[in-house]
């Protein structure tokens, strides 16, 4: 279908052109020379096209068009809705006590001194991906966090397609644990390419090799579906922390209880440009007390202090 149809010049100065005459439309004049489409705010008469002027000649919409351009228009405002909303602003929950946040290069420099008055009590850091990745920011991350009295912990996001070893050396190399530090966290939420029985392999040899170094037992970062289609029967005896970005609770099989809650990835605190991760803490201080490195678990030093006997 045309989206607009020419009128014929005769038919506009006989008085018609189909079933609508230039009466309708007093602003569409005729000199004996040209004609002219003076808009002057005037509007045809309900149900009549819109005639215009082009290159001399008279066009004018059908008349299905105001009802195809209102269906579209109802879509477009439909999806423009639908994406602000996607966009709105996460709030914090009150129904947790210990509230926390996760933070990569992607925040860039936070003022990290502004958090602890926000009820901000952890956060977790990115620090390494895969074999050879370290975020930007972490080393000033991890130190300001310290400093201004924020329970810290550092995340590994996993690469399945990469050599686990080299992951482990990356993680264990930048990530330096002290007592009062929350657990290693490893962030897994995508396949790369390889079988779930090769996910499931790699993942364990990280886990096992970073809980040995450091003497605890590390946490289990994925999406509610992610979790649930490919890691659950795996590691059920591994705290986790989920992420599901909705109102309701994180849902794990088979009736897995969840430590930690990624609710949302829209949060706003002053001292952090942009958008970030709001998390919740399933128990009270005293339990997040409890999950820190304890002095005891600390992993001894590598190599044996200088002038020591073997």
Known sequence: MKLFQQIDLHEVVSGSFGSRTVMDYPNFTYDGRNLQAQALHSHPLEGNPVPFIRNGRIFALPECIPSIMAHRLFWLC???????SCQQSTDRRPDYIVQGIDVSHHQSWIDWSLLPDQGIHFAYIKATEGGDLVDSLFAFNWCEAQTFGIRRGAYHY???????????LNYIREVDLEPGDLPPVLDVETM?????????EQ???WLNMVGIHYRTKPILYSSQRFYNDYLADAFADYPVWIARYSESLPELRPLKEWHFWQYGDRGELAGIKGPVDFNAFSGNPLDLEELLIKPQTIAAPTHPPTGTKP
């Open 78 to 84: 439909f999806l423009f809705l639908a994406i602000s």
């Open 158 to 168: 996993f690469r399945p397609n990469a050599p686990v070893l080299d992951q482990v």
């Open 203 to 205: 993942v364990r040899a």
């Open 192 to 200: 790369d390419g390889v079988s779930n029985e090769r996910l499931v």
